[in-house]
């Protein structure tokens, strides 16, 4: 089995195992879980503690409805206090990548007329993931689990409905490999793509180091917009790089999860994934 291969299996199995563990919690013991994975508990615990970095029964724990306001208390991330180049991406990043740049405001505005994106779907830890990009890095990043591919492919192609799209897997597949974790070595540039407002926003959920989380009024207050949570609320959601842009990190203030535009399953998922990798 060649490595690509082994970690699109490796993908599989974690994603049915969180959805397994997510759905019944305490219920899923160790023996259960390696049964429906059609492994001894012994060769799925060392899989999933490998890429989990923590047992299952741990990451059980993770996935409890009240992880997230465990999180805010615990690793609540205030953006005001981040770097003083602050929001000029200068700051901390995300692991995963090494720059970024963003279309002018003049190129948002033609809808991606004359660009041209490449899209192919690939394994994740969170489900079938739609990954799309241009020569300049990533631009979108879906996930299918909850609403499907035919609508996260439409969802995705309707943010740039002026723009050329083209299958190429193989030019985007390192690109998505170092985005789930698989190949850091191999760091996945990004190209940010929509209006001026909406990525300040991004540019401060970028901020939130990996592992803790901020709140929508946090960073309305980082951005200079302190009245305008509804409007970061709504460029939250319109995030298109899903988890390197890290929009799963903004919670309400109340410790809620609040939205999350792929689905609040695979929202608890990858903050779970993020806590226990910062754990390990």
Same mark, same amino acid.
């Given at each position: 089995?060649? #490595?690509? $291969? /082994?970690? *699109?299996?490796?993908?599989h199995v974690m994603r049915r195992a969180i959805e397994l563990i997510d759905a019944n919690g305490a219920d899923m013991t160790l023996d259960r879980l390696a049964r429906a994975m059609n492994m001894s508990p012994a060769h799925f615990q060392r899989l999933f503690s490998a890429w989990a970095g923590v047992s299952p029964k741990r990451?059980?724990?993770?996935? $409890?409805l009240g992880h997230a306001k465990a999180l805010l208390a615990e690793r609540f991330t205030t953006l005001a206090a981040a770097d003083g180049a602050g929001l000029s991406g200068a700051g901390r990043l995300h692991?995963?990548?090494? @720059?970024? =740049? !963003?279309?002018?405001? %003049? =190129?948002?505005? @033609?809808? %991606?007329e004359g660009l041209s994106i490449r899209w192919g779907w690939f394994d994740s830890p969170f489900g079938p993931s739609l990954v799309m990009g241009t020569e300049r890095g990533i631009c979108g990043i879906g996930f299918a689990s909850e609403a499907g591919e035919g609508a996260t492919m439409a969802d995705l192609r309707a943010r740039w409905p002026r723009a050329e799209f083209r299958e190429d897997a193989d030019m985007l @597949?390192?690109?998505?490999? !170092?985005?789930? *974790?698989? /190949? +850091? %070595?191999?760091?996945?540039p990004l190209y940010l793509i929509g209006a001026p407002f909406q990525i300040k926003v991004w540019e401060a959920l970028m901020q939130i180091p990996s592992g803790h989380v901020t709140t929508y009024s946090e960073i309305a207050e980082a951005i200079g917009r302190p009245r305008? #949570? @509804? +409007? #970061?609320g $709504?460029?939250?959601g319109r995030n298109p790089i899903s988890l390197l842009i890290p929009c799963h990190r903004a919670l309400r203030k109340s410790g809620?999860? %609040?939205g999350y535009h792929w689905g609040l399953p695979v929202k608890r998922s990858i903050l779970a994934w993020e806590s226990a990798r910062a754990d390990a």
């Open positions: 089995m060649n #490595v690509q $291969t /082994d970690q *699109g299996y490796h993908y990451f059980q724990q993770y996935l $409890t692991d995963l990548f090494l @720059r970024w =740049e !963003a279309m002018s405001p %003049g =190129e948002f505005a @033609r809808k %991606g @597949r390192p690109w998505a490999l !170092a985005a789930f *974790g698989a /190949d +850091a %070595g191999n760091p996945a305008a #949570v @509804r +409007a #970061v $709504t460029a939250v809620g999860l %609040g």
